[in-house]
């Protein structure tokens, strides 16, 4: 199964400030047919489910906010809040769809300092 | 509009069974995958399995092979899951999500709001 380790397991960061989240996969996610990483962030909010916000490690969905962004390639992926807002707090997941079972990271909890 | 709906909360003893459904509505059916992702009171998020609603093919997480069964209802666009031999800790919220159509390798665009399923 591929490991999916997420970090820090939370943080807490002032508003309009920038938040990093990093997740590291114990094997490569790069899918040599498509060329695509088969990495996806996701927000939840308590008592929601998960939100899709970056699928190919990359891509924003539509609809969700500029200020967020997916990098990162083989092993190591990043999801940035540029600037973040208060309806940001929420847990973030990261997940690999590369193999089966699809795995998810453990979650990195963001708050407003 | 797009969305997933799910049916409503379970309390289910011990070696019981529990189906959970998910009705799709504003896209097509059969063009989409549906995998089911389950989450324990304050945990993450778990991966159960995927199935196909084009051909019903189904990938399913070794962890829960002979226990789970996914199945599909192009009559109604309705996805099924189905979990047995109920022990206390699957006791969590049951997602159902919108993946590929073909294979499980695809990200989880819209969800359902989730079934809480309790096991005492």
């Known amino acids: 199964d591929i490991v999916m380790t997420q970090s820090p397991d939370s943080l807490a960061v002032s508003l309009g400030e920038r938040a990093t989240i990093n997740c590291k996969s114990s094997?490569?996610?790069?899918?040599?047919?498509?060329?695509?990483?088969?990495l996806a962030w996701y927000q939840q909010k308590p008592g929601q489910p998960p939100k899709l916000l970056i699928y190919?490690?990359?891509t924003r969905e539509p609809g969700v906010p500029d200020r967020f962004s997916g990098s990162g390639s083989g092993t190591d992926f990043t999801l940035t809040i540029s600037s973040l807002q208060a309806e940001d707090v929420a847990v973030y997941y990261c997940?690999?769809?590369?193999?089966?079972?699809?795995?998810f990271g453990g979650g990195t909890k963001v708050e407003i300092k | 509009q797009v969305q997933l709906v799910q049916s409503g909360a379970e309390l289910k003893t011990p070696g019981a069974s529990v189906k959970v459904s998910c009705k799709a509505s504003?896209?097509?059916?059969?063009?989409?995958?549906f995998t089911w992702v389950r989450q324990a009171p304050g945990q993450g998020l778990e991966w159960m399995g995927w199935?196909?609603?084009?051909?019903?093919?189904?990938n399913y997480a070794q962890k829960f092979q002979g226990r789970v069964t996914m199945t599909t209802d192009t009559s109604t666009n309705t996805a099924y899951m189905e979990l047995m031999s109920l022990r206390s800790d699957d006791t969590a919220v049951y997602y159902c999500?919108?993946?590929?159509?073909?294979?499980?390798?695809?990200?989880?665009?819209?969800w359902g709001k989730g079934t809480t399923v309790t096991v005492s």
């Open positions: 999500a919108r993946g590929g159509r073909d294979h499980c390798y695809y990200h989880m665009d819209v």
């Open positions: 504003g896209f097509t059916f059969t063009s989409y995958g």
């Open positions: 199935i196909s609603a084009r051909n019903a093919n189904t």
């Open positions: 094997q490569s996610v790069l899918y040599s047919s498509n060329n695509k990483h088969h």
């Open positions: 190919w490690a990359s």
């Open positions: 997940h690999q769809y590369y193999s089966s079972p699809l795995t």
